[in-house]
């Protein structure tokens, strides 16, 4: 049988990451040549997670072409390996809005719940028998797809956040043997936070995905912190690296989201070729080009919905 | 709570009425405020379907502004109803190849299936209780259900059938007490070869779908029949609608497949700028136009995928 490649998008993130992991466990066990892989280098977050279930990194995937592949939390090309077009395209399972076109049908698998870690957990869940709690790998999994709920709904706190995420992380916690759940998320959190030995590049582009806007080009970035202020002493080295990235890339704009899990809201940087649409979007206006969005959360539900329209 | 439009696609067929319909009866018996509609006019199979179950035909929805949808058997906006660009889309289910795209995170489930009812089939399996085997009402959804997947599938002889389908139209003849299901698909099938009463461009436009291939607006009309005799005498008029047709909706190709289910292959009508585009695509010279092709049953897979890429 030939190998199947699972994977979640550039940038990975720990959902990807634990979603794809997971994924390849229920697989296996179900007799398939499959494994999981990433995209990019991991951020501390996810190699905090990966340490704390004694679980191994998965290995680079650098390029697809000709090979069968499941897509695990995205589906559009642009945020999945290289030479995806080239590849056998066997399952999508996702949670994001769609923006997919294929030649044949394949197995596509969408709910807009808060994390792709809720839906493999769903399906990882209806494997088990009672055997199945006592042994640690199932409880390894467990705690993995936790990790990437917690980590995808900020704790619960993201306006993405379903009462399935909710249910779904409790049953997970219980065969984890994570009782402070939420208190674990928070550590996780804190793990991203933490950017002392990160350029600001690499936190612009850690978690960075491209759309196209009525054809412009938008690059947005995020980082999801608990505590801003060593991200917002850099706000003169941030819009250098927008305005930079926005040439190189050719883009129209450049953004990048500072999201303070505990205040609730945003900051949002960025260099543009027109303000209007941005203000638009968020109804506020900028002081040179930044702005505070309060509830303003999610880039998927609060900020690329809103930008979409603008545009 | 706002009502659900819950519909197939354009020229509806019996897989799309009766996955709707079957649809709606779950999602009712869960508390939703849902409704089954059909886009088009019925084809004789379907009548005959919705008649042998004793089932009302589906109110025409000529609209959708503004209104909350399901979308079943397709997922492209150019088979869907009037504005759906307009409407609230809450889910899509389906087992065409995917050409979607939407601003926000909705519900998707796509399986590359023979029948969208095989879908919907699974899901309403996994809903009854011993109890529900004898209601009169659960009977006629799983008949319905199971005449959808004899349709599509060309009682098991397209391409396209998985073993997935025989196995719950299996289950669903035995909820049915249909015991000789061969036999009803036959019978469907032959209320869809009695052309005598249906206008040539009504055969060609009745199950046609509009394609884009590289560009250019490809029109495909198919007709299933166990005796095409009726069909093949109209050569001529065949070939003067399909070119009244290209003029008028200004198409770079306008095709008629007129698929014989026990010959297990199909004549093709081509009227277009390019028939060397269709020669190469099944590597088969054309007699002015018109070429049978052995073991082409399927549009979704043996016809759309060899096109897109020949163009």
């Not at 850099?234 to 927008?242: A, C, D, G, K």
Request: proline letters at 1%; charged letters at 30%.
């Amino acid at each position: 049988m030939e190998k199947i490649y699972i994977f979640g998008h550039k940038n990975a993130d720990t959902d990807s990451v634990c979603s794809a992991i997971a994924y390849t466990w229920v697989l296996k066990r179900n007799g398939l040549n499959v494994e999981a892989y990433r995209l990019g280098k991991l951020n501390k977050e996810t190699k905090f997670v990966l340490e704390k279930f004694g679980v191994e990194e998965p290995e680079l995937l650098e390029d697809v072409e000709g090979k069968t592949c499941i897509l695990l939390d995205h589906n559009e090309f642009k945020q999945s390996a290289n030479n995806i077009e080239k590849a056998e395209i066997l399952e999508i399972i996702d949670h994001h809005k769609m923006n997919f076109s294929w030649h044949k049908p394949i197995a596509i698998l969408v709910r807009p719940v808060g994390s792709t870690c809720t839906i493999i957990g769903e399906i990882f869940l209806s494997e088990l028998t009672d055997e199945d709690l006592k042994d640690e790998e199932v409880k390894k999994i467990a705690g993995l797809l936790l990790a990437g709920i917690l980590s995808d709904t900020l704790v619960f706190k993201s306006s993405t956040t379903t009462g399935i995420d909710i249910n779904i992380a409790d049953i997970l916690s219980q065969i984890a043997d994570i009782e402070d759940f939420e208190n674990f998320g928070e550590e996780m959190l804190k793990k991203k936070s933490d950017i002392s030995d990160i350029k600001t590049r690499d936190m612009i582009l850690g978690d960075s995905k491209e759309f196209e806007f009525n054809g412009k080009k938008v690059l947005i970035g995020q980082l999801e912190v608990l505590d801003d202020s060593q991200a917002l002493e850099r706000e003169n080295e941030i819009f250098e690296e927008l305005k930079k990235i926005k040439q190189e890339k050719g883009l129209h704009s450049c953004v990048f989201v500072l999201t303070n899990v505990l205040k609730e809201g945003s900051y949002m940087f960025v260099v543009t070729d027109d303000i209007s649409l941005f203000e638009k979007a968020f109804d506020k206006k900028s002081e040179n080009g930044k702005a505070f969005l309060e509830g303003i959360m999610s880039r998927k539900k609060d900020i690329v919905p809103k930008l979409e329209k603008a545009f």
